[in-house]
C-alpha cells in the first residue's frame, strides 16, 4: 500500500531538502540525509539509511536526489500509519514475555480507534485468539491488525 504525500507536504519537504541539499548539486548524500532525517525527528541509523535508500533503488551516483527523497519520505510516512501505531501500541502495552490479555488488548483498542463497535472489537479479538488462552500473541495480534 503506497502512502501518498499531499501538496502541502511536498512543499514542507522541498523547503527541509533545499535546505540540506546545497547547491550545486542539489542533491543529499547518506550523511546528508541522516542530519536532515534527525532535523526532523526522525533520527535513524547509518545501516536504516542505507537500506532504506537501497530499497527504493534510486541510489545514484552515492547522492539522493529530490525524487528519491520524496519516495524515502512516503516510506518513513507509511509508518506512521494507523495500523502501525496500533501495532506500536501493542509493543508498548503488551508484557515482558510478549503477550497481552484480551481484556488489556479490548481495553487498549477501545481507546485507541474509533471506527469500530466495541462489540466488533470482541468479535475481532475471539477471531484473532486462535489457541483460546485468553492472550493474544504479537503473531496474533499482527494478523489480526493486517487482516482487518
Ligand atoms: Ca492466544
Redesign the pocket.
Known sequence: MAYRLNTEQVMEFKEVFDMYAKPPVNTLSIEELGELMEAVGNKMTRTQLKNTVNSIGVFNDGRIDFPSYLIIMEDVMKDLDPKNEILKAYKAFCRADG?ISTSELRHMLVTLQDEMSEDDIDYMIME??????????YQ?FEKMIMSS
Open positions: 503477550l484473532a485468539d486462535k489457541d483460546h488462552d485468553g492472550l493474544i500473541s496474533e
